[in-house]
């Protein structure tokens, strides 16, 4: 992991696309660099957890204690890729620093990637990514309410409450102090019961801090003994003037997911879009987009390897998961070499109708 002081900016990560494009020309340029986001220290064997090392001609590391090769992506989600790391790197800047995120279809169209599939998958082991573990816990004062997503209500049943209609999710907001908002949290809970309340509760929520919710009478008991529990109960069109929070970003999130994605996110994989919408707004007011991605990068760089089948293999398929590929083809390179101004090669064009 990365040492206490902070990245640079210019230094440690690009802070404008210009940068971006300047500093990783090549997959050999975006291979060093993930290998210092690896180990900032230096190399350290995964196996014996040695440093000393050296390089050997393919750009993997030998270790010198206990003579291990590994290169900077294995182990990582990037173990095994066909996809050369330009193109993955191209991904992860869209994918981090643009306001709205990118839909896989148009991830393929600004790549020029063959494969809607791959784009897909690219995007989906971001996702899975986002989740660093042992992450802090939301404090101080935190808004924590329910709603739903997913598709159109069945005609006569009022509520939107059908089964496998919409997917029940729990919303926790910290308040900001004078005013605003902090941080939140979006994870998938199967009831509104106590019980599984409680359990959203205690992983996302620290122990001791205030816990301000509608009148729903489960929360009496999920929230006893762990937190002081502020009730409000107001009619439903008055409700949002008592948990502001919450209603903003379950307004957020809901039209992120029509916008961005058209609403074609499958339950089964709607977790992973949550932790992206999370993603995107705990930093919402940073200016270094760069460290966005430089943080994206070292959450790739220490996650376990994330495979195509376990992208799709869940308990409940999505409609929206694509079948594997039908070819295994590799996508080209994006390294850009010289270009000798092709715009001027040829006959003349008139560009002023």
């Not at 190399?43 to 090769?69: H, I, N, Q, T």
């Not at 869209?94 to 784009?119: C, D, H, P, V, W």
């Not at 992983?203 to 509608?214: L, Q």
């Amino acid at each position: 992991m990365r040492s206490t002081s902070l990245p640079v900016p210019g230094k440690h990560y690009p802070t404008t696309y210009g940068e971006f494009g300047a500093w990783f020309r090549t997959d050999a340029d975006c291979l060093d660099y993930l290998a210092w986001v690896r180990w900032p220290e230096g190399f350290v064997c995964p196996d014996c957890k040695a440093m000393d090392s050296w390089r050997l001609s393919d750009g993997r590391y030998k270790c010198r204690e206990c003579g291990a090769r590994t290169s900077a992506t294995a182990g990582t989600i990037f173990d095994r890729t066909r996809t050369p790391l330009t193109v993955w790197f191209h991904t992860c800047w869209m994918f981090a620093t643009q306001k709205n995120g990118i839909s896989a279809l148009a991830l393929q169209r600004n790549l020029g990637l063959s494969s809607y599939q791959t784009a897909w998958a690219m995007l989906h082991r971001l996702r899975s990514v986002l989740v660093r573990p042992g992450r802090e816990l939301l404090s101080g004062n935190v808004e924590v309410d329910e709603t739903f997503i997913g598709g159109a209500s069945t005609p006569g049943i009022p509520g939107g409450r059908t089964p496998n209609e919409k997917t029940l999710i729990a919303v926790a907001v910290e308040r900001s102090d004078p005013e605003g908002f902090g941080r939140c949290r979006l994870a998938i809970i199967k009831d509104a019961g106590t019980a599984s309340l409680r359990a959203v509760l205690k992983s996302t929520v620290k122990p001791g801090s205030r816990v301000i919710t509608d009148g729903w009478q489960p929360y009496r008991e999920a929230t006893t003994g762990l937190y002081t529990h502020q009730r409000h109960v107001a009619p439903g069109a008055l409700s949002h003037q008592f948990l502001p929070g919450v209603h903003r970003v379950s307004a957020l999130v809901k039209r992120w997911i029509l916008g961005t994605h058209q609403g074609n996110v499958g339950d089964a994989h709607l977790q992973l879009y949550l932790d992206e919408f999370v993603f995107r707004w705990n930093p919402r007011k940073s200016r270094n987009l760069g460290l966005r991605f430089c943080r994206l990068l070292e959450l790739a760089a220490n996650h376990d390897p994330v495979r195509y089948g376990q992208l799709i293999m869940t308990k409940r398929l999505s409609k929206t998961s694509p079948p594997p590929p039908k070819t295994h083809g590799k996508p080209a390179s994006m390294e850009l070499f010289g270009i000798h101004r092709p715009w001027r090669v040829g006959t003349q064009v008139r560009l002023n109708g």
